[in-house]
């Protein structure tokens, strides 16, 4: 993982849960970056979308603005990457 790489996923972990202008932010940072990143690394951002109501009991973001950003995350990882 690159630098680059490991920067965006830090700030994924540190947005994914809160409720505040970061989540914006961070999603449509990942989302503008889907290209450069690794198959593992989107692999991971959208396991761990997934897998956080199950392990915190709430969806991630909590908010349903927070919700639409990573559904969004999500659909723009697992299409298939643009040249």
């Known amino acids: ?14 947005a ?22 690794s198959q593992q690394t989107k692999d991971l951002i959208v396991k761990e979308i997934n897998e956080y109501e199950e392990k915190w009991g709430v969806k991630p973001g909590k908010w349903e603005c927070d919700t ?9 990882l697992t299409q298939p990457s643009k040249p």
Not at 1 to 14: A, D, K, L, V
Not at 17 to 36: D, H, L
């Open 1 to 14: 993982m690159s630098n680059e790489e490991s920067i965006i996923f830090y700030s994924f972990r540190y």
């Open 16 to 37: 994914l849960g809160r409720r505040s202008y970061p989540v914006g932010q961070v999603a449509q940072y990942i989302i503008s970056k889907r290209n450069t990143l």
């Open 68 to 76: 639409k950003e990573w559904n969004a995350v999500i659909s723009a």
